[in-house]
């Protein structure tokens, strides 16, 4: 399968405003995503901000310029995907605050498509003892439940499973709870047909799209990593990066 990864990135996020340009260790944030993606894939930068725009192209990366009416980055990359000019078979969606995604993740996710049934692809990160109660309620951090077959059955901001029975002080050491990991990828034909959807009412009741896909019967086939990531969707999350650049890059 031919793949390609586009990144969608705006600059007028709710949480952060201009966070695509926030500085993580004195390169932007969407640098350290792209360079992430770019030396193992063909990949764009979606956006419709033209500092982002400029940005990107400033640091020799490429990128698109896209409406400011979009619902998701979703939408923004079939835009950008229909730009291109050339037919790939799957597009990754990589969150463009995502800056630590790695190698390993990436084609974790592109294995997913070794099953023909599968639509749509995503990652998951096993929650630890160590990251604690309070990560894993954070409803900022989706949790993923999986059926057998490791496709998921259900996304939420709250904790999935409810332990019935089990002092919540030991949930994590008495079953295994999935963090999703903010990066798709879909066969094109699926793109295509995700974006012509309207919102669903459990993506309106949770504020997450990818409920509307699995409302509408596409199968979602999930990869598992254990690699370390921190999405940055505040101010603080940009502390806490800032933190982990400073700790991996001491043990090179």
Known sequence: MKFIAI???RYASTRFPGKPLALLGGKPVIERVYEQVSGLLDAVVATDDERIYETVRAFGGRAEMTSAEHRSGTDRCWEAYCRQGAVYDAVINVQGDEPFIRREQIEALMRCFDDPQTDIAT???PFTAEDGLE???????P???LDARSRALYFSRSVIPYLRGVPREEWLARHTFYKHIGIYAFRTEALRAVTAL???LLEKAESLEQLRWLENGFRIGVGISDAETVGIDTPEDLERA???LKRIETTR
């Not at 990560?135 to 951090?141: C, D, I, M, Q, T």
């Open 7 to 9: 990144i969608p990135a």
């Open 123 to 125: 990652l998951v990160k």
């Open 135 to 141: 990560a894993l309620e954070n409803p900022n951090s």
């Open 143 to 145: 949790k993923v439940v």
């Open 198 to 200: 309207p919102q669903s």
């Open 242 to 244: 800032e933190a982990f």
